[in-house]
Structures are given as C-alpha cells and as structure tokens.
C-alpha cells in the first residue's frame, strides 16, 4: 500500500473516526460545551454536515467518559432493533442476566436520522427514568430532523454546532495526521486548502481523495503530491477500490454513496437519488420526495447477489 | 472538564435544574389541587386522565403519584409509545407481581396502571385494560398525554373517564419563584424578580423554565460574577 512506502502502519487519510488517534482540532470550545452537557444530565443535539468530524467529535468525547459511554451508529443498526435489548446488552453480564437496564449511563446516538421513532420514545422514556443520564444525538440539522416534539423540547437550546473547520485548522489536521513538519510533507499546505475547498470544504472527501491521489502518486514513483494528482480521480478509479477498509462493511461489502450517505446495498433500503434509508413499503421518498418504481418482490428476491453500483436515473429502492 | 462546573462551586453535587421528572424528590410545586384530586380518584378505584402540554410537568406528577401508592399498591408505569403494537398487559400483570405470586406465574391484584404517552393506545390496549379492571387486577388507572381529544382510546373508557379529565393550567409567577427555591438557596443569588424574567422568556413552561435557569447561572457563574444579574439574561 502506498503509506508503506512512507513509514506509515496505515493510511494517514482514514475516515474511520476511532481508529484516530490524533488531537481534536478546531473544536475545543464545542467539546467543552459536550462535555459540560454530559455531566449535568441533558438531552443533547450535535448538528454537522455529513463529512466534517462529527464521529470524530463523538470520539474525543468518549476517551473522556471511558466505561459509561454507549455508543449507537444507526446507519448500523437494524431496522426492527429494540433499543431497549441493546442497552441491556452494553449493561454487562449482569444485565444481560437478569435483564436490567443500565444506570446514569451516558449514550451518544450517532447519525440520528435513521433511528425509528419507537426508539426515540423508548429513549425518551429511559431518560426521564435516569437509566440514561445524558443523550447526544448527532445529525445535519436539528430544525430538520425527525426527532418528536417530546424530544426537542427536552433538547431545548442544548445545540452545538460544529462549524466548518477554518483553513488554519485543516492544515494542522493534515499535518498532525502526517506526522511531518509542514514544507517536509509530501503533503504541502497550499494544496491542502486547494483540494479542501474543491471538494466544498468537507473533510471526509478531502481524505478520501487525497488517498487516491496519494496512491497514483506512488504509482507514478513520484513523493510530492501536486493538483495533477487530484484531476480526474473520480473516472480514473472505482471510487471504492483504492481507499482503506474504512468503506468496507464488516461484512465485506464496498459501501456506495449515495447523495450524502454511505450506504450498503446488500442490507440497507435506500433511495437511490438521495440514499436516504426507506421502508420497503413506502412509495414516496421521505426525505427528497422521489416516487418509486413498483417493483414485484419475487422479482427482487430471485436476483443474484452481486455487487453493482446504483446508477438508476429513475428514483427506485433497492433491496438484495 | 476543565472549569469547575457551576453548581459545584455553589456546593451542589448534581445540577440542580436537571429537568428529570422530580429528579430531586420534590414537591410538585403549583398543583396541589390537581394532584390531591388525582390521588383521591385513583385510591377510589377510578379511571384518570391527566392533560398538559410538553413540559408542564405531567412525568413529574406521575412520579409523585407512585411514590404515593407505592407502598400500598403494586404499580404498572409504561409509556405506550414504546411500542407500535398492543402491550401484553396479562404479561405486565404477572412482573408485576412479587414472593410466591410470581412464581406462580399469576398476575398481580389491585394493581394501579399508569400508562404515559397514550398516542399509539389501541382498541386491543383498551379492551385489555377493561377485561382486567373487570377481574379486579387493575384497580385503577391513569392514562397522561397532552391531548385527551386525540387520543384512540375506546368510548367505553373515555365514558369512565368522564369527569376524571384533569388539565394542568399554566403556572403562575409565584410558583416559577416557589420552583426555583425548591431547587437552591437563592438568597443573594438571583431575585424574585429576574426568576420572573426568565419564567416570562420562557413562556411559562416549566421545563424551557429550568433549561433557560440552567443556561443564565451558568454564563454568570463561569464569566465569574458571585450572583445573577440582569445582564446575564442577555445569553437568552
């Protein structure tokens, strides 16, 4: 791989939030407010565009809370999961054993769009019972998100935003990832900006493309990377191929993005024009108002398992 | 965390604003008619809604309520929205049930049923409700949620609840007062007047009345003032 070749045991440009080990820049002052939140007993909401460090920030807030933290991606999680059964299974033998629910436990609900409104309820309920103490859920916006009344209200004006890196910040990212001193990275700050702002100054595209680019700079024998390295990136590469196993799922599958999502295609049920997640039975697209394709369930059913992007134009669901 | 927190330098352990219902044990402070009313009902046996919007104090209340009762009855305490489906209230009334009973597997007698967040009641929830009141496991019950109009519960309980319906009005300023120092010791801290100011930018909520508290005490307390000033309602 190509970060061999530079000392690394990995790809410096991984996307995948707990692998890293590095500061949290740019978001001390938000981290104190978490923090601050977490410990009085509160419904949180953490809003972020996807892409810019809001599972990174959820990270930093668990190395603070070690042991008494629950962390829940729902992108992950299934669609019939009773929440309820997964806090009792984060309780230990013992809850586990006689059932019980965890006490003052502090849960950080990740990518909240996804999570069923019978589970925000049951959330809502564990909370006021205090087997929860504190709740951060984390999404684009909280003006637009699916969260009930009930929640909102407790939520109140507990919302942190987490702003878009500014230049400074994302030049000290790079270069503490990269371990190098700036004007020795192969790197440069310059181009980090560059690429930053082409790829509309999101954090989690800035690395990925810098993994490609990277990769095709090695390939080419070269050890600066320069703005050649990044053209063309998307029609020269499978997208998914050349990155790290970040955006593979545990089951092996190559993740798709769809819209602003990551989806995968063998488990999840999503729009195919925004990649918001959809039940199987709705004929309108919640989230962008796409209509759906009828499609016979038999028909879906006999289809062989293999792997293909979703290039549809026509809005449809896709199921495996 | 890297400044001390607020309450602590006051010398509370916990938030003393946490909007946890009766998180403290506390009083519920401007109901007592209401609350009275609904333990009068319920140790006679009946059928009880209790009505208020978001935040007004409805969880609180049914805390109260069980810390009541709980001595003498067995209590059932769910939140209906929990589920989409029809609870198995025969299942809820064996748990519910202690010593030998439950070993057993029978169901508990004279149980007080408290069901919060009605929204997704259904017809089978409330012929469930009425076969076990009819075999005298369920004694009484109180249903709460913020609208009794919208609720899907079957005609045959809205008629048992009839004059049981009991609307939580909105506080006044004396009670935002009284719930405050409940809560601290505010002599030199915070007036009764700007305890007002904040209730009123609350809109008379109690729960957006604790949450803004918290907010304004804490600006104060970090930028290191000793008590609450007027200015300090600027962070609202």
């Known amino acids: ?320 | 965390m890297k400044t001390e927190l607020w309450y602590k330098k006051l010398g509370y352990v916990e938030n003393p604003f946490s909007i946890k219902p009766a998180f403290f044990n506390d009083e519920v402070v401007g109901y007592d008619a209401e609350v009275d009313s609904l333990i009068k009902k319920l140790a006679k046996g009946e059928v009880c809604f209790l009505e208020a919007e978001f935040g007004k104090g409805k969880s609180t209340i049914i805390k109260y309520v069980i810390n009541e009762f709980v001595n003498h009855n067995k209590i059932i305490h769910i939140s209906r929205n929990k589920s989409d489906r029809a609870l198995d209230y025969e299942n809820l009334l064996k748990e519910a049930n202690t010593g030998f009973g439950k070993v057993f597997g029978l169901k508990a007698k004279k149980v007080i049923l408290i069901v919060d967040e009605v929204g997704k009641i259904n017809q089978k929830d409330c012929e469930q409700i009425e076969k076990f009141m009819k075999s005298k496991n369920i004694f009484s019950v109180l249903f709460a949620d913020v609208s009794f109009a919208k609720t899907n519960l079957t005609d045959s309980l809205k008629k048992k609840i009839d004059k049981n319906l009991i609307k939580l009005k909105d506080l006044i300023p004396n009670d935002a007062v009284e719930i405050v120092k409940s809560r601290i010791s505010i002599e030199g801290i915070i007036s009764d007047d700007l305890i007002i100011s904040i209730f009123e930018k609350s809109k008379r909520n109690t729960r957006s009345f604790l949450i803004n508290l918290e907010k304004v005490f804490r600006y104060s307390f970090d930028n290191g003032n000793q008590k609450i000033s007027s200015n300090d309602l600027t962070c609202l």
């Open chain 1, 1 to 320: 791989m190509w970060f061999e070749s530079f000392g690394y045991n990995y790809s410096p440009f991984t996307i995948k939030p707990l692998k890293e080990k590095t500061s949290l820049i740019g978001r001390e002052k938000e981290l104190q407010d978490a923090l601050y939140f977490l410990h009085t007993g509160s419904m949180v909401f953490v809003q972020c565009e996807k892409g810019n460090g809001r599972t990174r920030f959820l990270k930093a807030i668990i190395d603070e809370f070690p042991g008494r933290i629950i962390y829940v991606d729902s992108n992950k999680l299934k669609k019939n999961l009773d929440i309820e059964e997964l806090l009792i299974r984060k309780n230990g033998l013992f809850g586990k054993m006689f059932s019980k629910l965890p006490q003052e436990m502090i849960l950080l609900v990740d990518n909240v769009e996804n999570l069923s409104p019978v589970n925000l309820e049951r959330l809502k309920f564990f909370f006021d019972q205090n087997n929860l103490r504190s709740v951060i859920f984390t999404g684009d916006s909280f003006k637009n998100s699916n969260l009930p009344d009930c929640i909102k209200h407790r939520i109140g004006n507990k919302i942190i935003s987490l702003r878009s890196l500014s230049n400074d910040d994302v030049k000290a990212l790079i270069l503490e990832r990269l371990e190098f001193e700036d004007g020795q990275s192969f790197f440069p700050s310059d181009l980090v900006i560059e690429v930053y702002q082409k790829y509309g100054n999101n954090l989690k595209d800035l690395l990925i493309y810098s993994e490609l680019a990277a990769t095709k700079m090695v390939e080419e024998g070269k050890e600066k990377l320069t703005s050649e390295h990044f053209k063309n990136l998307k029609q020269e590469f499978n997208i998914m191929k050349y990155v790290d196993e970040s955006l593979i799922d545990e089951d092996g599958t190559t993740i798709v993005k769809v819209g602003n999502y990551y989806r995968n295609p063998y488990k999840d049920v999503f729009c195919s024009v925004c990649g918001a997640i959809v039940s199987f039975d709705e004929a309108v697209c919640p989230e962008c108002g796409s209509k759906f394709e009828k499609e016979k369930k038999e028909k879906i059913k006999t289809q062989p398992k293999k792997k293909k992007t979703n290039t549809s134009k026509k809005p449809k669901k896709v199921k495996k």
